[in-house]
């Protein structure tokens, strides 16, 4: 059965049964969450839809947000620009390991509250050393230490993508700008991804996220911080709501120390484009083959 008869037989089943019941007869097939709408499940892929099918959705997702949160917002669909290629670089000389990058990443993004959710890691790593896996996250003292160097570590947009490869409903894809995104409404929640990228940069949305009506940020995109529904997988996308207006992502402007370089790798004024041709980059696993659009660097 194609893709559009088995949607429409989907969408008959729904009809006949009405939308608790035609839930419970899915129930073997998808987890099902309880709030979900029939028109929620029966969404077509984001790539299929033209601008006023795209409209409804958007308002539709605003209008929920509102009954869930209590909170309005406005969610747009922002698309890459033409000659815009982004790139992200970290000076790991200057990062002293604050997690003022995590912090902001977890309020700009509409992370679950209580779990303190983020997309980004910070490793605290020996000097001397470069094994991630004994790496800490949960350390607790003041930074930076003398001993130390700390690596944050977060979705590193490769351009040869594992996640990508491996999905099985094409619910994640790369850009023309070089940014993964997910159609969060298409994901299964499978989790495959989240096995394959060698970046551990997925989340799982175990449960619906806690976001207090005050604390929601109303400014967001279909493919980026709107508040994800339970049972899907979610991931940085470099804040595209916010770098495909000309902003900066939320981390970087929450540096306290300039350790973050973003910006269009296609442009040769770029500071991105000055550091990746001055400095002595390197990218984190470079021998599987991914080819990260983020890069690392030291002073000197």
């Not at 869930?68 to 917002?73: E, P």
């Not at 995590?102 to 959710?117: G, I, K, M, V």
């Not at 996250?137 to 930074?143: C, F, L, R």
């Not at 989340?203 to 508040?227: C, G, M």
Request: glycine residues 6%; contains cysteine; proline residues 6%.
């Amino acid at each position: 059965m194609d893709d559009t008869s088995r949607r429409d037989a989907l969408k008959v089943g729904g009809a006949t049964l009405g939308a608790a019941a035609f839930a419970r007869a899915l129930a073997p097939l998808t987890e099902w969450e309880p709030t979900t709408s029939v028109d929620a499940f029966l969404q077509r892929h984001y790539k299929e839809l033209d601008p006023a099918e795209l409209g409804t959705i958007l308002r539709r997702l605003e209008d929920e947000t509102l009954e869930d949160y209590g909170a309005s917002v406005s969610i747009e669909d922002v698309r890459p620009t033409p000659g815009v290629r982004f790139g992200y670089a970290l000076n790991l000389s200057v990062c002293i390991g604050c997690r003022r990058c995590a912090e902001a990443c977890h309020q700009e993004n509409n992370h679950d509250r209580p779990s303190h959710q983020s997309y980004i890691r910070v490793l605290e790593i020996d000097k001397g050393s470069i094994d991630l896996e004994k790496g800490r996250t949960d350390y607790d003292h003041a930074v930076p230490r003398g001993d130390k160097f700390y690596m944050p570590v977060q979705c590193h947009q490769c351009d040869n993508a594992p996640c990508v490869k491996v999905c099985p409903v094409e619910a994640t894809w790369k850009e023309a700008d070089g940014i993964v995104v997910v159609d969060y409404n298409w994901c299964i929640g499978c989790r495959y991804c989240e096995a394959a990228c060698p970046y551990h940069a997925r989340r799982f949305n175990w449960e619906k996220p806690e976001i207090p009506a005050e604390e929601v940020n109303p400014d967001q995109a279909y493919l980026s911080n709107r508040v994800r529904p339970a049972g899907v997988m979610e991931k940085c996308t470099f804040c595209l709501h916010r770098t495909r207006k000309g902003k900066l992502p939320a981390c970087l402007e929450a540096c306290p120390t300039g350790a973050r370089v973003f910006g269009n790798v296609l442009d040769p004024d770029s500071e991105i484009r000055w550091v990746l041709e001055n400095k002595r980059v390197f990218v984190l696993k470079e021998d599987l083959g991914t080819r990260p659009r983020f890069f690392y660097y030291f002073d000197g």
